[in-house]
């Protein structure tokens, strides 16, 4: 079974940053591709960043790209999203997803398995 557990949300102002982690009880976690994904009240869920297995592939939302990092640590067995100059309509629940090898997809019906989320709150 394959549990995925965020951190790291809060409340932060227009312009700052926050570090999303997301920690995965998974036997060898080397071997997923995670992804972020977020979905606002009323919105539908939209794709934040992916990151393959070897981490050396990524993949950014066009709305995130520079701004946004993300990073893993197979070690750790973790995963981690760098956001930085957020914006309050970026306020969300922010999740982590994993999927068994393959590239990031944009696509959450890629992903096996989800987290429960972390709430950022960006206020204006």
């Known amino acids: 079974q394959v549990q995925l557990v965020e951190s790291g949300g809060g409340l932060v102002q227009a312009g700052g940053s926050l570090r999303l982690s997301c920690a995965a009880s998974?036997?060898?976690?080397?071997?997923?591709?995670m992804g972020w994904f977020r979905q606002a009240p009323g919105k539908e869920r939209e794709f934040v960043a992916g990151?393959?297995?070897?981490?050396?592939?990524?993949r950014y939302a066009d709305s995130v790209k520079g701004r946004f990092t993300i990073s893993r640590d197979n070690a750790k067995k973790s995963v981690y999203l760098q956001m930085n100059s957020l914006k309050p309509e970026e306020t969300a629940m922010y999740y982590c997803?994993?999927?068994?090898?393959?590239?990031?997809?944009?696509?959450?019906?890629?992903?096996?398995?989800w987290g429960q989320g972390t709430q950022v709150t960006v206020s204006s």
């Open positions: 997803a994993a999927r068994a090898g393959g590239l990031p997809a944009t696509s959450g019906g890629a992903y096996d398995y």
């Open positions: 998974i036997r060898t976690s080397s071997m997923y591709t």
């Open positions: 990151i393959g297995w070897i981490g050396s592939s990524t």
